[in-house]
């Protein structure tokens, strides 16, 4: 996993173990080259060590390019693929050459989790190189293909650069051309052909004939497309950049090399990636620096799996069937013309308080503070304001309730007010209010709010829905006491644990790395180490400042701050050591467990345990919250796929089970599939909704690195 997300107050370190990023038969790959975070120099580099890699690709469009079209691309193919690599050998592309030779290893080992994959290697240069106008390095039978990428690597290790003069432009048609007719390509069905062309010059124009220099275009572009397609190849083109000294040559003839490229791989059915825009070379830079991970098979999943799973539930009627879910919004207590979501605000932290507490609501689901903000931010630009903004955001959110209310001091009292909305019905169901004195203190403020909407829910028989589910609230249970005992015991501890839990929140809705969320992290860190100083022997707060110290140890690893994100798996391991040291403290049961299972994973190191307290907590009843039962499911796709250093343990890799791996992912899927868990899931393994299966049946694990520097505190 690349992040690690929080789906409430007890859901710490919940890393993308990959599944799907978040992470037996580990992919080793040769020489051990994926697995080595080598830094990368380039962006040739980065295109061919991000471009077939579902968790490394970037995830948005960069100058009008898809990046996981070249995915796309691999995924179509047939279940055997020959590339032929066609690189310009011109002094000019010297930089781009070197990183081939760097980028070599990974691009394959990336390709060869898709398909059998073979490769061939032709080089062109100009007229008067003095290893000729066109030369094949890999020396094979035939010219065949072949799959042995030490043989590879050593042929592109020979390319030596040489001079492209008298001119810029290059025999890039004679090298396309020869590599079309003169390799040994395979004929037979169950093959795809593809050339993956790198240059930074276009052919000479055509008709261009100069005898002196023997310079010429041999090729009209029309007829290599011809060619092409007669043989079923597509062609890739790559446009690379150049060295400072050929800069002025290399923008004067950048139309025609762009031109050139786009007509060859629109026309073949293949791709161009143009390296000449900084936006895209950025992106892919960026991208490059997401660490490389090894990965688990874990088979196909299909469309059918996902529906079984749901209709095992709904036979059973369990707390996850879908008729048996609750789907609620809080939003900050204050007046909906001046909605603000500053963790900083009073009515902010009621809205985050109360969002911990209706998560003990049996089967309720809360929507995220950042989805609310996001959902709020598009109707208010639209001009919907005021009450008619209530009904927009509970049908944009697609919940059943919202919950929305008041907040405000009198002499130095705290007055709240709330009331639980009918999406159906747009108006409310109950509605309360409770004010803080001396026997009730802002600690118990939220905590008797909640009941006493419960109450009146209950015997107000005016929504038989919710009212059964708060009925199942039981006294005594863990699911009440979450309801009503407060977070903290000091008024200063709670204000900081509050503002803590909604900075992460909204911090872990952003991807790892992100610009967005580095600020909200810091901030988290801040708040809950005051709230660490104000209630020492808080589990939650512990288990909290755990989560946040993790996640900013994985965006500081991603700008390869090595030494902060050290500083921050320290502190982070710390923390979780004195949440298990407090654990009893806990008000109920599954907070304890959850502390309990990863302190065994991570600190104990006990996988077998950690398995037992995970599996435990799967087990959906109305003493456990929906999300702390995903988030058990992701942690053990994680354990199951080898994540956490498990493949890696002698001890514990007969645990590593590709088939638990993969029915675990399949509950998410079916019983949480708008959580970023699932958005995960697809993303990594290639999703595809029109087939209802995914193209990619590799689980990475993203977790390696970061679990063996975790040391006991």
């Known amino acids: 996993m690349t992040r690690t997300t929080l789906r409430g107050a007890g859901s710490t370190l919940k890393a993308i173990l990959v599944c799907a990023g978040f992470v037996s038969l580990t992919i080793v790959c040769s020489r051990q080259w994926a697995a080595e975070n080598q830094p990368v120099h380039g962006s040739t580099e980065a295109a061919l060590t991000t471009i077939f890699s579902p968790i490394r690709a970037p995830a948005s469009k960069t100058m009008g390019l898809v990046q996981r079209n070249f995915l796309d691309l691999v995924e179509v193919s047939s279940a055997k693929l020959q590339v032929a690599l066609v690189i310009d050998g011109t002094d000019s592309m010297g930089t781009a050459i070197d990183d ?114 023997k310079a010429s275009r041999r090729f009209a572009t029309q007829q290599l497309i011809s060619t092409a397609a007669r043989l079923d190849i597509k062609l890739n083109c790559v446009l690379c950049p150049c060295r400072d000294e050929d800069k002025k040559s290399y923008e004067q003839t950048l139309a025609k090399t762009r031109q050139f490229m786009s007509q060859l791989s629109g026309d073949t059915g293949g791709l161009m990636l143009d390296l000449s825009y900084p936006d895209i070379r950025k992106a892919l830079e960026k991208a490059a620096q997401t660490e490389r991970v090894t990965y688990q098979p874990i088979g196909q999943i299909r469309r059918e799996d996902i529906d079984e799973a749901r ?10 069937a879908s008729n048996r879910r609750l789907q609620i919004a809080i939003l900050p207590h204050m007046s909906l013309d001046r909605l603000s979501f500053d963790p900083s605000l009073e009515a902010v932290q009621i809205a985050a308080e109360l969002r911990h507490r209706f998560r003990a609501i049996p089967g309720a689901e809360l929507k995220s503070p950042l989805a609310i903000e996001r959902q709020a931010a598009l109707l208010q630009a639209r001009g919907v304001r005021g009450e008619k903004l209530l009904p927009a955001l509970a049908s944009a959110l697609n919940v059943d309730y919202v919950v929305w209310g008041t907040v405000s001091q009198s002499q130095g009292n705290t007055e709240v007010k709330s009331a639980i909305y009918d999406k159906a019905k747009s108006q409310d169901i109950v509605a309360d209010f409770v004010r803080s004195s001396s026997g009730l203190p802002v600690t118990e403020l939220t905590g008797q709010l909640a009941s006493s909407l419960g109450n009146k829910v209950r015997s107000g028989n005016v929504d038989l829905r919710l009212a059964a ?19 903290s015991l000091t008024v200063q501890g709670r204000t900081n644990l509050l503002a803590g839990f909604e900075e992460l929140e909204k911090a872990l809705a952003y991807a790892a790395g992100s610009a967005e969320a580095e600020p909200l992290l810091n901030q988290a860190r801040k708040s809950l180490e005051q709230a660490r100083s104000e209630d020492q022997q808080n589990p939650l707060v512990y288990l909290l400042l755990a989560n946040a110290c993790f996640n900013q140890s994985q965006a500081l690893s991603h700008e390869n701050k090595v030494d902060d994100s050290n500083a921050a798996l320290r502190e982070c391991a710390q923390a979780l050591s004195l949440a298990y040291r407090f654990r009893r403290e806990a008000k109920f049961s599954y907070l304890r467990r ?27 009843t109305p003493d456990t919250p929906l999300h702390t039962a995903l988030r058990a499911h992701w942690m053990l796709a994680g354990i199951y796929s080898g994540d956490w250093g498990v493949a890696r343990d002698e001890k514990s890799k007969p645990l590593v089970d590709a088939v638990k791996a993969r029915n675990h992912l399949i509950q998410i899927l079916a019983h949480w599939q708008d959580s970023s868990e699932a958005a995960f899931i697809r993303r990594n393994l290639r999703w595809d909704e029109d087939t209802g299966t995914n193209r990619f049946e590799q689980f990475p694990r993203t977790n390696e690195t970061a679990s063996g520097k975790i040391v006991g505190a």
């Open 100 to 213: 081939i030779r760097r980028a070599l290893h990974q691009m394959i080992d990336d390709l060869r989790r898709y398909k059998d994959v073979t490769f061939q290697l032709v080089v062109f240069r100009d007229e008067g190189s003095p290893s000729g106008p066109v030369s094949f390095p890999l020396d094979t039978p035939q010219r065949s293909f072949t799959a042995d990428p030490d043989a590879l690597h050593a042929a592109i290790e020979s390319i030596k650069p040489e001079s492209g003069a008298p001119y810029f432009p290059e025999l890039i048609d004679l090298g396309i051309s020869k590599a079309l007719t003169d390799l040994g390509w395979s004929k037979d069905a169950d093959t795809s052909r593809w050339l993956l062309i790198f240059s930074n010059a276009p052919p000479f124009d055509e008709g261009f004939d100069e005898p002196a220099s």
């Open 311 to 320: 209709r095992a539930e709904a036979e059973q009627r369990t707390l996850l």
């Open 469 to 487: 589910a708060f009925s199942s609230v039981q006294p005594n249970s863990s699911a009440d006491a979450r309801l009503v005992n407060p977070v």
């Open 594 to 620: 959850e502390i309990e299972a990863d302190h065994a994973l991570l600190i104990s190191k006990d996988i077998p345990a950690a398995i037992e307290a995970y599996e435990e907590l799967c087990r959906v």
